[in-house]
């Protein structure tokens, strides 16, 4: 089975991304998992450090390991929004693909300072693992939002960009390029969406020559999303739209069927409703972009 690393070399060279996919509890994975596979595409699993504290650093590891093994299919694990070098150690300790450390409310210097000591020491645990690093603003909370802050002081430059990366060493950088973690309730009506900054995300991309994830994806127009996979983008972030669908299924399947206390007949209809959403998304990042290369010579 390809590496991690592998995989993002070969969607890069293919014009497409791979979907990245928050999950909190079964029904979650169950549902992530079985849209990737359906689709026959590789996906990557993201539990934060709440998330993780929820479901069991080491148990979302061994259910991602026993998906993968079943079904031999491509699925891995990434440690989202890591804030302390401990987390981290826990998460590499327990076998995950990839860490997102994510120190991204310090002052720059600091941000650097700590990142390139954390990729420094987690390589030394595992060679293999990925480390992701993150600068610029993008907001805090994969919620329902009633208005938007104001992040465009906080973008992410292209130099910014080139001397965080050479700097620290980490394989996959995480930009704000107009991204926001969480919706608005406008977003969830449909009444707006989020619109992203593709040159600012080719500028990075030709100034870092490193892999590129967008966080705080969901809500954004899907013609954004597609433009900014071929602007450079490797790894799509979707959480709070799972979770808007996992509560909307819960709810109506609690509607109607209001007697009944049994969590399998209750939450077959909720894995349906989210795998659904899934689809759509992977669908999506994995129909080919023209690419950031070929951007940037036209």
């Known amino acids: 089975m390809r590496s991690l690393r592998q995989i993002l070399s070969h969607t890069q060279g293919c014009g497409v991304a791979l979907g990245h996919f928050n999950v909190s509890d079964l029904t979650l994975l169950q549902a992530v998992s079985a849209g990737a596979r359906e689709l026959g595409v590789p996906v990557l699993i993201g539990v934060s450090e709440g998330e993780r504290s929820f479901l069991g650093t080491q148990q979302i590891a061994a259910l991602v390991k026993s998906l993968r093994e079943q079904y031999d299919f491509e699925i891995f694990l990434n440690a989202d929004h890591t804030h302390s070098l401990a987390k981290a150690e826990e998460a590499v300790a327990a076998g995950f693909d990839s860490v997102v450390f994510d120190l991204s409310a310090l002052r720059p210097e600091e941000n650097a300072r700590e990142t390139k000591r954390a990729v420094e020491v987690l390589k030394s645990k595992n060679t293999s693992v990925l480390i992701e690093g993150e600068i610029g603003d993008i907001g805090t909370g994969s919620e329902i939002h009633d208005r938007a802050p104001d992040l465009r002081p906080n973008l992410t430059s292209p130099e910014e960009a080139r001397q965080f990366v050479a700097f620290t060493g980490v394989d996959v950088l995480a930009p704000a390029v107009g991204n926001m973690h969480g919706m608005l309730n406008a977003m969830v009506s449909?009444?707006?969406?989020?619109?992203?900054?593709?040159?600012?995300?080719?500028?990075?991309?030709?100034?870092?020559?490193?892999?590129?994830?967008l966080h705080g994806a969901s809500g954004t127009d899907d013609r954004d999303l597609m433009g900014a996979i071929a602007a450079g983008i490797n790894i799509v972030h979707i959480n709070t739209?799972?979770?808007?669908?996992?509560?909307?299924?819960?709810?109506?399947?609690?509607?109607?069927?209001?007697?009944?206390?049994?969590?399998?007949?209750l939450l077959p209809p909720v894995v349906e409703t989210v795998k659904q959403v899934v689809r759509s998304r992977l669908e999506l990042f994995n129909r080919p972009q023209q690419s950031a290369d070929t951007q940037l010579a036209s």
């Open 190 to 213: 449909g009444a707006t969406r989020k619109h992203l900054d593709f040159e600012r995300i080719r500028q990075i991309k030709a100034a870092t020559g490193t892999f590129l994830t």
């Open 241 to 265: 739209e799972l979770r808007l669908a996992w509560r909307r299924a819960l709810d109506d399947s609690l509607a109607r069927q209001p007697g009944e206390v049994v969590p399998y007949k």
